[in-house]
T-cell receptor, first 112, second 114 residues
Framework: DQQVKQNSPSLSVQEGRISILNCDYTNSMFDYFLWYKKYPAEGPTFLISISSIKDKNEDGRFTVFLNKSAKHLSLHIVPSQPGDSAVYFCAARGGSNYKLTFGKGTLLTVNP | DAGVIQSPRHEVTEMGQEVTLRCKPISGHNSLFWYRQTMMRGLELLIYFNNNVPIDDSGMPEDRFSAKMPNASFSTLKIQPSEPRDSAVYFC????????????FGSGTRLTVV
C-alpha cells in the first residue's frame, strides 16, 4: 500500500518556465512533508519541507504548497534552470513516527 | 564535514555470497537509517538506529538481512546469502534525531547480485 504517491514518473519543462511536481498521500497521520532532490550516482539531498500547520513554505525559487483537505502537496520551481534536472522525491512523516515514507520520485528535465 | 560516507560505491557478487555494506554517519548525528531503492518499490526504509540501538527493523525483508551499529561512527548492513533480487541501491542516512526535518544521505552502494 503506497502511502505517498507521485503519479508522474517524469516531467519536462523549458528553462525559465515553472516546474510543478505533485504528490498525494493517504495517511492522515502525516504531519510533516519534505522534498528531496537526487542527481544520478548521488544520494537524495534535502530541498524544502513544510509542516501540516502551514499551507505554504518558500525558499528562493522553491515553494511547497500543502492542501490538507485534499491530501496533496506540490513543489513549484520558478524559474526552472537546467541544473534543476534531477529526480524529486516527496516524503512524509507522521507525529512521533521517525520514519520518512517516500514516493517513487519524478524525473524533472529542464531543457535549455 | 565529509557527510555520510558509504562503502563500497559498487559491489558485484555472485548469488549465495555474503555482502557487507558499510556506513559512517555524520559526527554528532544520533539517528541512522538504511534505505533500499528499487524501480518497483522506490525508497524503502530497512532499519533505523537511535543512539546505536536498533529501534525498528520491520523493513528488513528477510532473515538474510542483518544490520549492526557497534558504535556511533559505524554501521553495517549484511546480506547472507545474497540473491539476484537483492540487487538495488542501498542508502545510509543520518540525522540529529526524530525532531529534525531532513536526513543526510550517503551516495549509496549499488549492489548487483548475479
Amino acid at each position: 500500500d503506497q502511502q505517498v504517491k507521485q503519479n508522474s514518473p517524469s516531467l519536462s519543462v523549458q528553462e525559465g518556465r515553472i516546474s510543478i511536481l505533485n504528490c498525494d498521500y493517504t495517511n492522515s497521520m502525516f504531519d510533516y512533508f519534505l522534498w528531496y532532490k537526487k542527481y544520478p550516482a548521488e544520494g537524495p539531498t534535502f530541498l524544502i519541507s513544510i509542516s501540516s500547520i502551514k499551507d505554504k513554505n518558500e525558499d528562493g525559487r522553491f515553494t511547497v504548497f500543502l492542501n490538507k483537505s485534499a491530501k496533496h502537496l506540490s513543489l513549484h520551481i520558478v524559474p526552472s534552470q537546467p541544473g534543476d534536472s534531477a529526480v524529486y522525491f516527496c516524503a512524509a512523516r507522521g507525529g512521533s513516527n521517525y520514519k520518512l515514507t517516500f514516493g517513487k520520485g519524478t524525473l524533472l528535465t529542464v531543457n535549455p | 564535514d565529509a557527510g555520510v560516507i558509504q562503502s563500497p560505491r559498487h559491489e558485484v557478487t555472485e548469488m549465495g555470497q555474503e555482502v557487507t555494506l558499510r556506513c559512517k554517519p555524520i559526527s554528532g548525528h544520533n539517528s541512522l537509517f538504511w534505505y533500499r531503492q528499487t524501480m518497483m518499490r522506490g525508497l524503502e526504509l530497512l532499519i533505523y538506529f537511535n543512539n546505536n540501538v536498533p529501534i525498528d527493523d520491520s523493513g528488513m525483508p528477510e532473515d538474510r538481512f542483518s544490520a549492526k551499529m557497534p558504535n556511533a561512527s559505524f554501521s553495517t548492513l549484511k546480506i547472507q546469502p545474497s540473491e539476484p533480487r537483492d540487487s538495488a541501491v542501498y542508502f545510509c542516512a543520518s540525522s540529529t534525531g526524530i525532531g529534525s526535518g531532513g536526513y543526510t544521505f550517503g551516495s549509496g552502494t549499488r549492489l548487483t547480485v548475479v
